[in-house]
């Protein structure tokens, strides 16, 4: 199991007036996703790092956290893997994205296809693991699974955004956020905190480069939280057309079996 440890906040970042930059703050889990609306050349940056830490013993160890598919492409955050009770995010975005529809029908149909796995894990987190349940309240606000579908939708450059977010009486309630261009600008999750900081005190750098912009955010966190966040970094865009290219591939082009094994549980 991925331990919450401690993280940032997961944000929403869109325009207002065309220059007012608001933030929209919600809790997250651990490791750190990165998707931006890239205006200029009409298309979406995703990035995110590879470190997983394990709630036992502090173990850590890498993995992929974006996930390439024919015309759908995620990013993965929070709890990513539980073999008892079952919880595989990799294998429910995978399954989304093989449902018929455009890319919003499929990340709304990883929220029927995950509910009901991730309702039983919340269930059993909460009567075996308390203390887990309870750090997840208490550091993420509850925020479980996270993942971002991005991609072209009717020609435009889009992020779906869909999870889960327990509560103190044991409730899972479904959320979700739509980044889509022109209005919005992007979406972070995981540790966000010096991403949230480089922005309020830096606010042209919607003028930068996004693929750039994306990196920068992701070596602000590797560097704030090397215990949760770590390389390599992945980056990959997709255009308005739907084509998909890597600009930093890290471990997302190794072969499948190279998948780590899950401990059933603590």
Not at 29 to 56: N, P
Not at 187 to 212: C, D, H, L
């Amino acid at each position: 199991m991925v331990t919450p440890g401690r993280v940032g906040r997961a944000v929403v970042v869109y325009v207002l007036c065309v220059t007012a930059v608001l933030l929209l703050s919600v809790p997250g889990f651990g490791t750190t996703v990165v998707a931006l609306i890239d205006k200029k050349h009409h298309r979406v940056v995703l990035a995110a790092d590879s470190l997983l830490r394990l709630s036992y013993a502090g173990t850590t160890f890498q993995q992929c956290k974006i996930i390439r598919q024919p015309e759908c492409t995620f990013a993965m955050a929070g709890l990513l893997n539980k073999e008892s009770p079952p919880l595989n995010l990799r294998d429910l975005g995978e399954a989304a994205c093989g449902l018929p529809g455009d890319l919003r029908h499929k990340a709304d149909g990883f929220m029927a296809l995950a509910k009901e796995p991730v309702t039983t894990v919340a269930d059993f987190l909460r009567v075996n693991e308390p203390q887990f349940y309870a750090d997840a309240i208490a550091s993420s606000g509850g925020e479980l699974v996270m993942v971002a579908f991005a991609g072209a939708e009717k020609g435009n450059p889009s992020i779906f955004v869909r999870g889960f977010r327990i509560d103190t009486n044991g409730g899972v309630t479904p959320i979700s956020y739509n980044v889509v261009a022109p209005n919005d600008l992007g979406f972070f999750a995981g540790f966000t905190e010096s991403i949230a900081a480089y922005i309020k005190a830096n606010p042209q750098w919607t003028k930068m480069n996004r693929v750039s912009a994306a990196r920068k955010f992701l070596q602000l966190e590797v560097a704030a939280h090397p215990e949760g966040v770590g390389r390599p970094v992945s980056i990959l865009t997709i255009d308005k057309m739907g084509r998909q290219k890597w600009i930093s591939p890290g471990l997302c082009t190794a072969p499948a079996s190279g998948k780590p094994a899950i401990p059933k549980s603590e």
